[in-house]
T-cell receptor, first 114, second 113 residues
Framework: GAGVSQTPSNKVTEKGKYVELRCDPI?????LYWYRQSLGQGPEFLIY????????DSGLPNDRFFAVRPEGSVSTLKIQRTERGDSAMYLC????????????FGPGTRLTVL | AQSVSQHNHHVILSEAASLELGCNYS??????LFWYVQYPGQHLQLLLK??????LVKGIKGFEAEFIKSKFSFNLRKPSVQWSDTAEYFC???????????FGDGTTLTVKP
């Protein structure tokens, strides 16, 4: 079956621009997670959705970052006024919904801010 | 604060050698622990996980990990590695009261044929 998909696979933008990163979870998965991974580091938690609501957004670094999941399926991570330090791999994962359920990761979106 | 640390950044082994990758965690409360693997060009995938019960957990591809509460450790082991085990390995912890996972910085394993 289809896994988690993320688009685009690569995004190059200029400092100060707005970007949207999309995640399509596995069908039926109610939990969705966003992570950011910088080179040489492990994934860093950003936000966790249970259904349509953000159950934990404590990992969002500042108010330039925002994520939505309006229908409880597809999610969009939005970054305003991008900075060079936002350059990283952005990973999405989904799971059936119980805390601790196996998370299935997507291929990620490589964001480069020039 | 929740944290996960992996001691080895890069490990190089010959085929058939035994493997042990270290992972230590610092958590308040109950924690679930995971090992993930990322093969070259592929997505992160789960190797094994510990929730409760038997502290020796067996995962896919012959990997196992032992939860030692007194040492705050969850080391990954494999008795005999293969060239195909070349990958990056991440240890992660999950606070059972929240959905937030904390990952270590990963260990790159290179197995020489």
């Amino acid at each position: 079956g289809a896994g988690v998909s993320q688009t685009p696979s690569n995004k190059v933008t200029e400092k100060g621009k707005y970007v949207e990163l999309r995640c399509d979870p596995i069908s039926g998965h109610t939990a969705l997670y966003w992570y950011r991974q910088s080179l040489g580091q492990g994934p860093e938690f950003l936000i966790y959705f249970q259904g349509t609501g953000a159950a934990d957004d404590s990992g969002l670094p500042n108010d330039r970052f925002f994520a939505v999941r309006p229908e409880g399926s597809v999610s969009t991570l939005k970054i305003q006024r991008t900075e060079r330090g936002d350059s990283a791999m952005y990973l999405c994962a989904s799971s059936w919904g119980e805390i601790g359920d196996t998370q299935y990761f997507g291929p990620g979106t490589r964001l480069t801010v020039l | 604060a929740q944290s996960v640390s992996q001691h080895n950044h890069h490990v190089i082994l010959s085929e058939a050698a035994s493997l042990e990758l270290g992972c230590n965690y610092s958590y308040g409360g109950t924690v679930n622990l995971f090992w993930y693997v990322q093969y070259p060009g592929q997505h992160l995938q789960l190797l094994l996980k510990y929730f409760s019960g038997d502290p020796l957990v067996k995962g896919i591809k012959g990997f196992e990990a032992e939860f030692i509460k007194s040492k705050f450790s969850f080391n990954l082991r494999k008795p005999s590695v293969q060239w195909s085990d070349t990958a990056e390995y991440f240890c992660a912890g999950l606070n059972t009261n929240a959905g937030k996972s904390t990952f270590g910085d990963g260990t790159t394993l290179t197995v020489k044929p």
